[in-house]
């Protein structure tokens, strides 16, 4: 588990304090800041572990969502069943790999950070599979009570699920204020709810 405290000085000690202690109740030790910070120079990494893999016919990505606490064990166990079974209707050789964890909590849920890689040979245009395999799987999320997305955003991956999460009235009001606070469209954004098929890039 890693933690990160926030605060005054003061505040961190007596969090760090009570945070030890406990552990020590439930016999946890503590494996200090370096670890921690390790583990994050790991996220620079990953897309150099994907290269890697790909050499040996393997594709993977993560995907996350937040959930409320009630629904984590019902969309994890959902995803993994959904996976087995798109699996079999794509023919992918082997058994595919899912691995999920918690990354973050809340008082009203927490982050389902997921990881998902199979083998690609002899696969007809795996990337296109992949992408089918994951829009089901958000599908599934979606569907037992998941969000869109936490922190990776909706951009184009995942903007065909806007109108199961937003109202018309809602892209409405976000289109008009990107019109009034950019009417030259200056930033481009070209994403999510704001992508327009018409427009050329």
């Known amino acids: 588990c890693t933690a990160l405290i926030e605060g005054t000085e003061e505040e961190v000690k007596q969090q760090e304090k009570a945070l030890h202690h406990i552990a020590k109740k439930h016999q946890g030790i503590s494996g200090g800041a370096s670890n921690g910070k390790r583990g994050y120079s790991l996220a620079f990494g990953i897309a150099y572990i994907r290269d890697f893999f790909g050499q040996f016919n393997i594709l993977g990505e993560t995907f996350e969502t937040s959930v409320p606490w009630n629904k984590v064990l019902q969309v994890c166990q959902s995803v993994?069943?959904?996976?087995?079974?798109?699996?079999?209707?794509?023919?992918?050789?082997?058994?595919?790999?899912?691995?999920?964890?918690?990354?973050?909590?809340?008082?009203?849920?927490?982050?389902?950070?997921?990881?998902?890689?199979?083998?690609?040979?002899?696969?007809?245009?795996?990337?296109?599979?992949?992408?089918?395999?994951?829009?089901?799987?958000?599908?599934?999320?979606?569907?037992?009570?998941?969000?869109?997305?936490?922190?990776?955003?909706?951009?184009?991956?995942r903007q065909e699920f806007l109108p199961q999460v937003h109202t018309g009235n809602s892209f409405q009001v976000l289109h008009q204020s990107k019109k009034a606070m950019d009417p030259n469209n200056v930033f481009g954004i070209r994403n999510g709810v704001f992508y327009e098929p018409s427009e050329t890039n």
């Open 80 to 157: 993994k069943q959904e996976l087995e079974g798109q699996a079999k209707a794509h023919q992918i050789p082997g058994n595919p790999y899912l691995s999920y964890r918690v990354t973050q909590t809340y008082h009203t849920g927490v982050c389902i950070y997921f990881t998902m890689a199979f083998y690609t040979k002899g696969l007809k245009d795996p990337d296109k599979v992949y992408h089918q395999i994951e829009l089901r799987l958000r599908q599934v999320i979606l569907d037992n009570g998941g969000s869109l997305s936490h922190h990776h955003g909706i951009g184009k991956i």
